[in-house]
C-alpha cells in the first residue's frame, strides 16, 4: 500500500525524503534556538494554504503578532493560517477563541484538550506545535509528559491531519522516547566557524516507512525561507556524453593536446600566480560561446572588473558573451558558501538556458579559493568528485584552475592533490632564457587523447594567447627550475606578450 505524500513546503527537502512527509502522521522536529524550526513550521503551514489546505499553528511560546512579524520579515502573509495562542495575556476571561494559561497552574491534559477541540471544530489538514519545552514544563513530570504526547498522537490519527512538532531542545541531549513516538524525526543544527557565517545543517534522523537521503544536508536562513541543499550523492542518470571533441579554437593548443578537450572531461590546468591558468580557462569559454554553447565561470578570488578587464587586454570578447547570456560569472564569497550549497548552485547553473544553448564549459577558478572559502568542511575533494562526475555525464567540459605555491623551483606545492581526478592536465611553468623570464606550457596527461609530449613557449598578447613550436635543449626540467639554452631565435619576442 502506497501512502500518500505532502510537501514540506521546501522542494530540495521534498527530495531529500524522497517525495516529502507522510501524510496523516506526527513529526518531531528539533533543534537549538535559532535553528529554524518556527521558519520550517511556517513554510510547511503555507504550502498547504497553497494547496487550498487548512493548517493551524498552535504556540505556546511565541505571540501571534511575534509570528506575523516573522513570516513579514520573510515576504509572507499568514492569510488562512489560524493562530491559536495558548499563552495569552490579552484574554484573561478565557472567553474568546484564545485561553490562558500559566504552567504553574495548568495541567498539560486542560492544555492539549483546547487544541483538540480546535481540531475537531476546523478540521485542519496541517498543525504545529510550538514548542513541546513548554509543554514539558506543563506535564511536570517525564511520565506525565510521554502519555500526553501519546494521546496527542492517538487523536491525530485517522484525522487526515499531519503533525510537526517542534522541540528547541531546552533539556538538552535527545529525547529518544519522543523520536520513539514519532513518525519522523528531523534534526536542525548549528555550528559557529572561526570565520563567516555560523554553518547550518539538516539532518533526517528517522522516517518510518520510507527511505531518504541520509546525513548532513546544508542550510541557509534567508528572506524568503528556509533554503535546503542536499548533500551530493551519486548520479544515476545515464551518461550523455558521445565523445565529441572540443576545440581551444588555437590550433597549436589542440595539437598539443592531442586533438582537443574531450566532452564530459575534466581538465586541470596547474601553475604558479600569473602564468596564464584563468586566461586558458576563459580561452575556452569564450570559444564555446562562439559556437553558439554556454559556459559557466565560477568565481572564488577575481572581481568582475578585474576579469573582464584582463581578458579585454588578451582580446577576448568576454563582455559581449556575458551581456548577451551565453557567459555565466558567479562571484562566490569566501567564507559564506557551504559546500553542498555550491554543488546545487553548479547543477542549477549548467541546465539549458531559455535559448536552447546547451552548457558545455565550466570553469572554477580557483580550487585554492574552493578549499579557502570553506576552510572548516572536511571531505571537499571527495564532494568535488561529485560534482565532476554531474558534469561529466552531462557532456560539459570542466577545467580547474590550481595555482602552486611559490614561482618556481623545489619550493613550489599545491595545495591539495587532485591531479587523479581529471582527465588531462595542462602544465605551466615559467622558464629562464638568455636573462629573461618566459611561460612554457606542456600537457601532461590526457586520458583521452595520444597528446605531445613536447614543451612549447606561451605567450599573453593583446591578441589572445600564443602557443609556440615545441622546444628542446631544456636544461632542470626535473628539477623543477627550468631553463633554455637552445638559440635564442626560436623563441617568442617578449614585445608580443602582456603579463597576466
Known amino acids: 500500500m502506497a501512502f500518500e505524500r505532502i510537501s514540506t513546503g521546501i522542494e530540495t527537502l521534498d527530495e531529500i525524503l524522497h517525495g516529502g512527509l507522510t501524510r496523516d502522521r506526527l513529526y518531531l522536529v528539533e533543534g537549538t534556538p535559532g535553528t529554524g524550526k518556527t521558519t520550517f513550521g511556517l513554510q510547511f503551514l503555507l504550502a498547504g494554504r497553497d494547496r487550498g489546505e487548512k493548517g493551524i499553528y498552535v504556540t ?3 505571540t501571534k503578532e511575534e509570528l506575523i512579524g516573522i513570516a513579514q520579515s520573510h515576504g509572507w502573509s499568514l492569510d488562512g493560517i489560524y493562530i491559536h495562542e495558548l499563552l495569552n495575556p490579552d484574554d484573561a476571561a478565557g472567553r474568546a477563541q484564545y485561553t490562558m494559561f500559566e504552567p504553574s497552574e495548568v495541567e ?4 492539549v484538550g483546547e487544541v483538540q477541540k480546535q481540531v475537531e471544530a476546523m478540521k485542519p489538514q496541517r498543525i504545529v506545535f510550538d514548542s513541546l519545552s513548554e509543554m514539558r514544563l506543563l506535564s511536570q513530570g517525564a511520565l506525565r509528559y510521554r502519555r500526553q504526547i501519546l494521546a496527542l498522537k492517538q487523536f491525530f490519527v485517522g484525522r487526515g491531519c499531519t503533525t510537526l512538532l517542534l522541540d528547541d531542545k531546552a533539556t538538552g541531549g535527545e529525547d529518544q522516547q519522543l523520536q520513539s513516538l514519532a513518525h519522523g524525526v528531523i534534526r536542525l543544527e548549528q555550528r559557529l566557524t572561526d570565520y563567516g557565517n555560523e554553518r547550518r545543517n539538516l539532518r533526517v534522523i528517522k522516517h518510518r516507512g520510507s527511505d531518504f537521503i541520509g546525513g548532513a544536508h546544508d542550510v541557509q536562513l534567508m528572506r524568503g525561507g528556509m533554503q535546503v541543499f542536499p548533500r551530493a550523492t551519486v548520479d544515476t542518470s545515464p551518461w550523455f556524453a558521445d565523445g565529441r571533441v572540443i576545440s581551444s579554437g588555437l590550433d597549436s593548443l589542440d595539437q598539443l593536446l592531442g586533438g582537443g578537450i574531450t566532452e564530459g572531461s575534466s581538465t586541470l590546468l596547474l601553475g604558479p600566480a600569473g602564468v596564464g ?14 559556437r553558439g554553447e554556454r559556459a559557466v565561470l565560477f568565481e572564488f578570488e577575481e572581481s568582475d572588473n578585474a576579469l573582464l578587464t584582463r581578458s ?3 582580446g577576448l570578447p568576454l563582455r559581449k558573451y556575458i551581456d548577451d547570456g551565453s557567459i555565466a560569472v558567479r562571484h562566490l564569497p569566501a567564507g559564506e558558501i557551504a559546500p553542498n550549497e555550491f554543488a546545487m548552485k553548479v547543477r542549477s547553473e549548467v541546465a539549458e538556458d531559455a535559448q536552447g544553448r546547451k552548457t558545455t564549459v565550466v570553469l572554477i577558478d580557483s580550487l585554492n579559493g574552493y578549499l579557502s572559502s570553506m576552510p572548516h568542511e572536511n571531505f571537499l575533494v571527495v564532494q568535488l568528485h561529485d560534482i565532476l562526475n554531474y558534469l561529466g555525464k552531462r557532456g ?3 577545467f580547474l584552475v590550481v595555482a602552486q605555491h611559490g614561482m618556481m623551483g623545489h619550493g613550489m606545492g599545491t595545495p591539495v592533490d587532485t591531479s587523479y581526478l581529471a582527465d588531462a592536465v595542462i602544465l605551466f611553468r615559467y622558464f ?4 629573461e623570464i618566459h611561460r612554457a606550457i606542456s600537457v601532461v596527461k590526457n586520458r583521452t587523447a595520444n597528446h605531445e609530449r613536447t614543451i612549447r613557449e606561451f605567450g599573453l598578447s593583446d591578441q589572445g594567447l600564443v602557443i609556440g613550436q615545441p622546444l628542446t635543449n631544456f636544461r632542470g626540467v626535473l628539477a623543477g627550475t627550468p631553463e633554455f639554452i637552445g638559440p635564442r631565435d626560436v623563441l617568442l619576442d617578449p614585445r608580443e606578450a602582456s603579463p597576466e
Open 396 to 398: 560539459i567540459a570542466t
Open 277 to 290: 591558468k584563468s586566461s586558458m580557462g576563459v580561452q575556452f569559454a569564450v570559444e564555446a560561446a562562439k
Open 312 to 314: 579585454e587586454g588578451l
Open 60 to 62: 505556546l511560546s511565541e
Open 432 to 435: 629562464e632564457a638568455a636573462g
Open 108 to 111: 498539560l491534559g486542560s492544555t
